[in-house]
């Protein structure tokens, strides 16, 4: 059975514009959020929505 988790991605945030492509360290925050999700190994897949 495949266990999906959807990561939502607005990128026209009204507080905080863009927040999700600002860099957090080395990365963007929606990357690190997508490599955290991926590695619980709760998820056969990881999907961004934006």
Do not use: C, S, W
């Amino acid at each position: 059975m495949k266990t999906i988790a959807m990561i939502p991605a607005r990128y026209a945030a009204t507080r905080f514009p863009a927040k999700l492509m600002q860099q957090l360290g080395n990365k963007p925050v929606i990357r690190h959020t997508y490599d955290n999700t991926l590695a619980t190994g709760l998820f056969t897949e990881v999907i961004v929505v934006t």
